[in-house]
Structures are given as structure tokens and as C-alpha cells.
């Protein structure tokens, strides 16, 4: 079974910056592409970035505009969300998410991932 584990969220200032990490175990982590996702109170949860299995291609939602990265250690089995320039409308509980076990990803559609972390708070202030 695929266990995400979230880290690094928190309350922070308008324009200020914070990383998220997501440690992974369970299966071979090198293998497939890994996903970040948002969901902010009332709406749906969205796409925010994902990779491919060796870090080599990214993918962003519309609205990141140059400010996220995503990155990801395979040695670590763990992937990491970088956040710049935040904004308050960035507020939201931030997922990791890992695809199904036949789909090796990545994807920015919720439904090709099967695996999810439990969450983390990022509160931007204004």
C-alpha cells in the first residue's frame, strides 16, 4: 500500500515563500510520476504541478504562473513543492498525490491518481 506523508505547510505573509514536502513509501517511488493538488474551503480541489518519474518534465496549473516548483529526490523517495511569491488566494490544504498502480503518470487529472496524502494547511495572510 502507497503511504504519502505531507510536510512544510504553515501560516505565512503575502509575497513570502514555503516548501512542501511529501515523503513516499510503499511501492517503487523512481517509477512513477507524482502530483500536487489544492483545495481551498467550497471549491473543488485542483491541479497544481507534477512530474515525471525521473524529474525530467514538469507540468503546472494555469495559475501558478512561474511562482511553484516541483521537485522530487528519488533517493528520498520524496517530492517537494516549492512556493514563491504566495499569494492569499494560494490558501488551502495542499495534497500529494501518487497515480494508480497502471498508470505510471504523470497527469494533472485527479482521477489517474489512486494514492493521497493526508494533507497539509498553507494559510497565506495579507
Known amino acids: 500500500q502507497v503511504q504519502l506523508v505531507e510536510s512544510g505547510g504553515g501560516v505565512v505573509q503575502a509575497g513570502g515563500s514555503l516548501r512542501l514536502s511529501c515523503a513516499a513509501s510503499g511501492r517503487t517511488f523512481s517509477a512513477y510520476g507524482m502530483g500536487w493538488f489544492r483545495q481551498a474551503p467550497g471549491k473543488e480541489r485542483e491541479f497544481v504541478a507534477a512530474?515525471?518519474?525521473?524529474?525530467?518534465?514538469?507540468y503546472y496549473g494555469d495559475f501558478v504562473k512561474g511562482r511553484f516548483t516541483i521537485s522530487r529526490d528519488n533517493a528520498k523517495s520524496t517530492v517537494y513543492l516549492q512556493m514563491n511569491s504566495l499569494k492569499p488566494e494560494d490558501t488551502a490544504v495542499y495534497y500529494c498525490?501518487?497515480?494508480?498502480?497502471?498508470?505510471?503518470?504523470?497527469?494533472?487529472?485527479?482521477?489517474?491518481?489512486?494514492?493521497w496524502g493526508q494533507g497539509t494547511q498553507v494559510t497565506v495572510s495579507s
Open positions: 512530474i515525471t518519474s525521473n524529474g525530467g518534465i514538469t
Open positions: 498525490a501518487a497515480p494508480r498502480q497502471t498508470f505510471r503518470g504523470p497527469s494533472p487529472t485527479i482521477y489517474d491518481y489512486e494514492y
